[in-house]
């Protein structure tokens, strides 16, 4: 899985591996309550806080990266609201450049193998892993 950069603090949830190969990026995005499957190779949890109702065992999630979350002033800021969308991306895109080395440790990760940013919100489109993958596909 590589090394994480200093000054973050990712929980590594288990030990299960994925292959390598020298394919393109790709990441999926995908609900913690949605079925894990072999197709989603690594499964990030890229949520500040830790989804309701689901434990940790049936997440099936490899990493979780609670520092490249959006902060929690922007957070509560949106709220899954779909007229601050824009304005939400641009804040949390801004929040990103300034956590490069995590943002490079996700990109790396992609690039070996499939990755898959996990959320919990009820809300498909507006939310910050569908933000997330959109900055990273721009970062490329």
Sequence with gaps: MGTVPQGTVPIFLSKRRRSSSSRVMNIKVKRIYDKASNE???????????PRGVSKKDASIDIWFKDI???????????????????????????????????AHLI?????????????????????????????????
Aim: glycine share 4%; no cysteine.
């Design 40 to 50: 989603d190779g690594l499964r990030i949890l890229v949520d500040r806080l830790w």
């Design 108 to 140: 790396e990760s992609a690039k070996k193998g499939q990755i898959t940013l996990i959320y919990g919100t009820k809300e498909t489109r507006f939310n910050n892993a569908t933000a997330l993958k959109e900055y990273l596909e721009r970062k490329l």
């Design 69 to 103: 979350a959006p902060s929690n002033e922007l957070r509560k800021w949106f709220n899954h609201d779909p007229e601050k969308w824009d304005k939400f991306k641009s804040r949390y895109f801004s929040e990103l450049h300034n956590n490069s080395e995590l943002v």
